[in-house]
């Protein structure tokens, strides 16, 4: 009596396929573009929906302008304490989420940053009066650094 067996080889292809796979896993997949070095940029407003009865008390999302990237972007992780904001800036956050044109250069920052992902996105509830359209909320950044 034979007994058969079979012995499947993977294929040279195979093995070149499962090194790619496990070599690009180990990357960052563009999550952290900017974690090696700082990005300089200034703090020009905030997130109308959020925080604003008390703008130095953390609970905020600030827009901030990255130089380099050309862009603005919201952080809803900005740490309070880092600048004493003029609460009168926060006054008509019902039409204008902008610092005043004189102040858009008075709080310059370096930031080490990366995108949110989809789980760590802040979509707060903004209430119907408030003006909504002047920035993209879905531009969010996780601050992991920031200086003055």
């Given at each position: 009596?034979?007994?058969?067996?079979?012995?499947?080889?993977?294929?040279?292809?195979?093995i070149i396929w499962m090194?790619?796979?496990?070599?690009?896993?180990?990357?960052?997949?563009?999550?952290?573009?900017?974690?090696?070095?700082?990005?300089?940029?200034?703090?020009?407003?905030?997130?109308?929906?959020?925080?604003?009865?008390?703008?130095?008390?953390?609970?905020?999302?600030?827009?901030?302008?990255?130089?380099?990237?050309?862009?603005?972007?919201?952080?809803?992780?900005?740490?309070?304490?880092?600048?004493?904001?003029?609460?009168?800036?926060?006054?008509?956050?019902?039409?204008?989420?902008?610092?005043?044109?004189?102040?858009?250069?008075?709080?310059?920052?370096?930031?080490?940053?990366?995108?949110?992902?989809?789980?760590?996105?802040?979509?707060?509830?903004?209430?119907?009066?408030?003006?909504?359209?002047?920035?993209?909320p879905e531009d969010q950044?996780?601050?992991?650094?920031?200086?003055?």
């Amino acid at each position: 009596m034979q007994v058969e067996t079979s012995v499947r080889r993977t294929s040279p292809v195979s093995i070149i396929w499962m090194l790619v796979f496990i070599f690009n896993s180990c990357k960052d997949n563009g999550l952290c573009t900017t974690c090696d070095n700082f990005s300089d940029g200034f703090v020009i407003g905030f997130d109308p929906c959020t925080g604003v009865e008390d703008p130095n008390g953390g609970e905020v999302g600030f827009l901030i302008h990255v130089n380099s990237q050309k862009d603005t972007v919201v952080a809803y992780n900005f740490p309070a304490g880092i600048y004493d904001f003029p609460p009168e800036y926060f006054i008509n956050y019902r039409y204008e989420c902008f610092f005043p044109d004189s102040a858009l250069l008075d709080f310059p920052i370096k930031i080490k940053y990366r995108p949110v992902t989809e789980n760590e996105k802040n979509h707060p509830v903004c209430r119907g009066d408030i003006l909504t359209g002047q920035f993209n909320p879905e531009d969010q950044i996780k601050l992991l650094t920031i200086t003055k």
